[in-house]
């Protein structure tokens, strides 16, 4: 008589469909579609990596154009503070109301 054990290997992972059951083995290492003991392809590595640093170049030069135009808008609304000061106080002291 042969048992589920000999015809079949099983990790010690459960199945989350049915409770008490074991996963193949194959099942429990398989990432992503890829085998479990084949490692990545090196130009899909560098596809990638070349990928992640185009978006994180991105994403930096977007945040360094606002932070440099929000630069530029403080000077501009330092300067427009510094009008508008310097024309109330005139208003003041030359006493015009109109």
């Known amino acids: 008589m042969r048992t589920a054990s000999s015809t079949t290997t099983c990790a010690a992972i459960s199945n989350p469909s049915t409770p008490g059951q074991l996963a193949p083995a194959g099942l ?3 990432v992503v579609g890829r085998s479990p003991g084949r ?3 090196p130009e ?3 596809r ?3 990928t992640t640093a185009i978006i994180v170049g991105i994403v930096l030069l977007v945040v ?3 932070g440099a135009a929000l630069r530029i808008l ?3 609304g330092i300067v ?3 009008i508008a000061v310097i024309g109330w106080l005139v208003r003041l002291v030359t006493g015009r109301r109109a």
């Open 44 to 46: 899909a590595l560098m």
């Open 74 to 76: 403080l000077w501009i």
């Open 64 to 66: 360094g154009l606002l």
């Open 39 to 41: 490692r990545l392809d």
């Open 80 to 82: 427009v503070l510094v």
């Open 28 to 30: 429990a290492s398989t």
């Open 48 to 50: 990638w990596l070349l």
